[in-house]
């Protein structure tokens, strides 16, 4: 499938490897799109796993609704549910990094029976991360988070000079330049950029149960060097998982897990699957 729709909104989908291997859902997260894992499908391929990796709400261009109600946590979860009832598939393992990694705790936590397995990259739950905004250095790591809550003001200084300060962020993450060309340019599409914005603006909005603990077995991969997400939040996490839970840190990788460490990430995702099979 290449394709799905949610209501009105139709998304791209890249579905690969073997058309009857454990599928894995994989869920991209901000400022990235489905080729974030592009380095990393192919060893899960090589594995046996078909992978489904949707560029997600306001990444496809088919789905880009206006208004950041629209982004609701609840809406990005549904939109997963979505792609698995029209890939006819009861439950998969699910893999999300950064903004992709709080909707698959999200799933994982409101629809423990569609899940078979979690692998969180870089972002820890929810509700550890709530706690340790208040108690940790998590608060100056998430400034930009109140910044993104402006109107117009991060697409103007973000998209200014063709994109020139995102492309530098994107760059002094270690990520590489064919990607940064690749990110920047789909957040310079018309309505793109606020699209993405509005999953951080749609946070103070209230509706949704909070997401809470966790049943499934479940693996957190964090880079030490993440300058967005700090270790507080990160040892905290097993609080909120009441499976099976395993932390492993990358002790020398940025933020970017997916694109800069794909190669052992894979070997620990397929790794996870193989536990639940």
């Known amino acids: 499938m290449d394709t799905f729709r949610h209501g009105d909104l139709v998304f791209d989908v890249r579905d690969s490897g073997p058309a009857d291997g454990e599928p ?3 869920l991209h997260g901000f400022p990235q799109d489905a080729g974030a894992f592009d380095r990393l499908s192919p060893a899960l391929h090589q594995a046996g796993l078909r992978t489904l990796a949707p560029d997600q709400r306001g990444y496809s261009p088919g789905a880009r609704p206006t208004g950041r109600a629209a982004y609701r946590l609840r809406a990005v979860v549904d939109d997963v549910l ?3 009832d029209a890939a006819g598939l009861p439950s998969v393992h699910v893999v999300g990094h950064d903004w992709g990694g709080i909707a698959a705790w999200a799933l994982a936590a409101w629809h423990p029976w569609r899940v078979r397995t979690l692998t969180a990259l870089s972002v820890p739950h929810p509700a550890a991360m ?3 905004l208040g108690h940790s250095d998590q608060a100056v790591r998430s400034a930009y988070v109140g910044f993104f809550q402006l109107p117009a003001v991060p697409e103007a200084t973000l998209l200014a000079g063709r994109g020139a300060l995102l492309r530098r962020t994107l760059g002094q993450g270690g990520l590489p330049a064919d990607l940064v060309d690749r990110y920047v340019a789909r957040m310079r599409q018309p309505g793109a950029l606020t699209a993405a914005l509005n999953w951080y603006r749609a946070l103070p909005l209230a509706g949704g149960a909070p997401v ?4 499934v077995p479940t693996l957190h991969v964090w880079g030490a060097q993440d300058p967005y997400l700090g270790r507080a939040a990160t040892e905290a996490t097993a609080a909120f998982v009441t499976a099976a839970y395993a932390l492993e840190v990358l002790e020398d990788v940025d933020h970017w897990i997916p694109e800069l460490a794909a190669e052992r990430t894979a070997e620990l995702i397929t ?3 193989r536990t639940a099979g």
Do not use: F, K
């Open 82 to 84: 979505a792609l698995l």
């Open 271 to 273: 790794a996870h699957v």
């Open 130 to 132: 709530t706690q340790a």
């Open 212 to 215: 809470g603990p966790v049943s």
């Open 24 to 26: 894995v859902v994989l």
